[in-house]
Nanobody, 123 residues
Framework: QLQLVESGGGLVQPGGSLRLSCTAS????????IGWFRQAPGKEHEGVSC????????NYTDSVKGRFTISRDNAKNTIYLQMNSLKPEDTAVYYC????????????????WGRGTQVTVSS
């Protein structure tokens, strides 16, 4: 069974850091671009970041540039999202997703979704 499982979410104070992980089972992530998305209560689903299959290119939404870093360890079949300088507006459920392709860092053709992990930024 193909699965993406996120972990690493939690409650953190503003200015703090978290590292999210996304691990695949049932398939290898090597060939796919992987994205992180988020959805806050009452808000639309938002793309946060995407990394190409090789890890050679990555994109970020403007609101997280300079604070979040996406990376991948294909040997561990795991994608990471390092989140620093967290703000209350980063509060959301974060999802990882695998694109149908791996050649770019746009993640426009999502094929598999994880179930999400809650990130709450609050004092």
């Amino acid at each position: 069974q193909l699965q993406l499982v996120e972990s690493g979410g939690g409650l953190v104070q503003p200015g703090g850091s978290l590292r999210l992980s996304c691990t695949a089972s049932g398939f290898t992530l090597d060939y796919y671009s992987i994205g992180w998305f988020r959805q806050a209560p009452g808000k639309e689903h938002e793309g946060v970041s995407c990394i190409s299959s090789s890890g050679g290119s990555a994109n970020y939404t403007d609101s997280v540039k300079g604070r979040f870093t996406i990376s991948r360890d294909n040997a561990k079949n795991t994608i990471y999202l390092q989140m620093n300088s967290l703000k209350p507006e980063d509060t959301a459920v974060y999802y990882c997703a695998a694109d149908a392709f791996g050649h770019d860092s746009k993640c426009l053709h999502i094929k598999w979704w994880g179930r999400g992990t809650q990130v709450t930024v609050s004092s």
